[in-house]
């Protein structure tokens, strides 16, 4: 079996910190985007792993390589081609098998749920050209388009406007099991996967579901980044979704901890501080006062006299003396 993940994406919504980290290396809890996906497929399963690029795609490949060496990183070439283009450029690394998968590299989906033996098992049961990992959301066809589909599971339509047929609409976590046949419908050059979904759908063939069960975020702007981080925190001191989360962090920032401050910090105590996620290999100077949370990367420096809140700090990076920082990203 194979596997993409899409890595290609411009992340416009997150500049200016794009125009220097392509979005799937931005880190969620010192743990590039990325991995957040890639973590739940057994590599071993797998004869190819495909990530395709584009948009900073040496620094992408730079970066991701530092946690996983054995990946394969294939261009789009001179333009971004797409969730359809991207597939299909790199059709001889993902066909042979009957079927492969193809996940989102740059969102974040946390669940427990074992997804993905359960979502081949229906695929190979089923055989449609398609099966969408898909969950329940509140805000499927006003915030985010959704999945629509009948009684038996089988998807009418993609999009924000439900069917009049349709009983139910489901969000697309960014996880999908394609039939190599998906390969008639997928043109050369950019395209969309879904709107070739929707031509094999109207020439007769089905496309079905797995619904699971797990949170997903958009971090498509600076905002929403931050809330995730916030999310993910909180998750992880509460012990929900440990399976996924406690694995994913041993493997990829074994260095890092939660509200562990046997790392020699030498903090006082900070009523409002309510997460701290740091790597053992920072450097934190006296008299700073910390709130909400923090996380931060591996040779990063806070100097003296800092206001930090709602902060996340990247690898390296040094915070001057009496800086008053909240709500942000420093990269």
């Given at each position: 079996m194979?596997?993409q993940?899409l890595s290609?994406?411009?992340?416009t919504?997150?500049?200016?910190i794009?125009?220097?980290i392509p979005?799937?290396?931005?880190?969620i809890l010192n743990?590039?985007m990325?991995?957040?996906?890639?973590h739940?497929?057994?590599?071993k399963?797998f004869?190819n792993?495909?990530v395709?690029?584009?948009?900073?795609?040496?620094?992408l490949?730079?970066t991701?390589?530092k946690?996983?060496?054995?990946?394969?990183?294939?261009?789009?070439?001179k333009?971004v081609?797409?969730?359809g283009g991207?597939?299909?450029?790199?059709?001889?690394?993902?066909?042979?098998?009957d079927?492969?998968w193809?996940?989102?590299?740059?969102?974040?989906?946390?669940?427990d749920?074992?997804?993905?033996?359960?979502?081949?098992k229906?695929?190979k049961l089923?055989?449609?050209i398609?099966t969408?990992?898909?969950m329940?959301?509140?805000?499927?066809g006003?915030?985010?388009?959704?999945?629509?589909?009948?009684?038996e599971d089988r998807?009418?339509?993609?999009?924000?406007?439900?069917?009049?047929n349709?009983t139910?609409?489901y969000?697309?976590?960014?996880?999908?099991?394609?039939?190599?046949?998906?390969?008639?419908f997928?043109p050369?050059?950019p395209?969309?996967?879904?709107?070739?979904?929707?031509t094999a759908?109207?020439?007769?063939?089905?496309v079905?579901?797995?619904?699971?069960?797990?949170?997903?975020?958009?971090t498509?702007?600076?905002?929403?980044?931050?809330?995730c981080?916030k999310?993910?925190?909180r998750?992880?001191?509460?012990k929900?979704y440990?399976?996924?989360l406690?694995s994913?962090?041993?493997?990829?920032?074994?260095?890092s901890?939660?509200?562990d401050?046997?790392?020699?910090l030498?903090l006082p105590?900070h009523?409002?501080l309510?997460?701290?996620?740091?790597?053992?290999?920072?450097?934190?100077?006296?008299?700073?006062t910390l709130e909400g949370?923090?996380v931060?990367g591996?040779?990063?420096?806070i100097k003296?006299?800092?206001?930090?809140?709602n902060?996340?700090i990247?690898d390296d990076?040094i915070?001057a003396?009496?800086?008053?920082?909240?709500?942000?990203?420093i990269f």
């Amino acid at each position: 079996m194979n596997l993409q993940i899409l890595s290609a994406g411009l992340g416009t919504r997150l500049k200016p910190i794009t125009e220097k980290i392509p979005k799937p290396a931005l880190p969620i809890l010192n743990v590039p985007m990325f991995f957040y996906s890639l973590h739940y497929f057994d590599k071993k399963n797998f004869n190819n792993i495909v990530v395709n690029t584009f948009h900073l795609e040496n620094e992408l490949q730079k970066t991701l390589s530092k946690f996983d060496p054995d990946l394969k990183f294939v261009s789009d070439g001179k333009e971004v081609l797409g969730t359809g283009g991207g597939i299909e450029s790199v059709r001889p690394s993902l066909e042979g098998d009957d079927y492969f998968w193809v996940a989102n590299g740059d969102c974040v989906f946390l669940s427990d749920d074992n997804f993905v033996e359960l979502a081949e098992k229906n695929h190979k049961l089923k055989k449609p050209i398609a099966t969408l990992v898909v969950m329940e959301h509140p805000d499927v066809g006003t915030k985010f388009g959704g999945v629509w589909v009948d009684n038996e599971d089988r998807v009418l339509d993609i999009g924000k406007t439900k069917p009049a047929n349709a009983t139910k609409g489901y969000h697309f976590t960014g996880f999908r099991i394609l039939s190599d046949e998906i390969f008639k419908f997928l043109p050369q050059g950019p395209s969309e996967l879904f709107d070739s979904l929707k031509t094999a759908m109207r020439e007769g063939h089905q496309v079905h579901i797995y619904k699971t069960t797990g949170h997903f975020f958009e971090t498509g702007n600076q905002k929403d980044f931050l809330d995730c981080t916030k999310s993910v925190l909180r998750f992880l001191k509460e012990k929900r979704y440990s399976n996924f989360l406690t694995s994913l962090l041993k493997k990829y920032t074994p260095e890092s901890r939660l509200n562990d401050l046997s790392i020699d910090l030498k903090l006082p105590p900070h009523d409002n501080l309510e997460y701290l996620f740091v790597d053992k290999n920072f450097t934190l100077f006296n008299d700073c006062t910390l709130e909400g949370f923090l996380v931060v990367g591996k040779n990063a420096v806070i100097k003296e006299r800092c206001s930090l809140k709602n902060v996340v700090i990247l690898d390296d990076q040094i915070i001057a003396e009496n800086s008053e920082i909240s709500d942000t990203i420093i990269f």
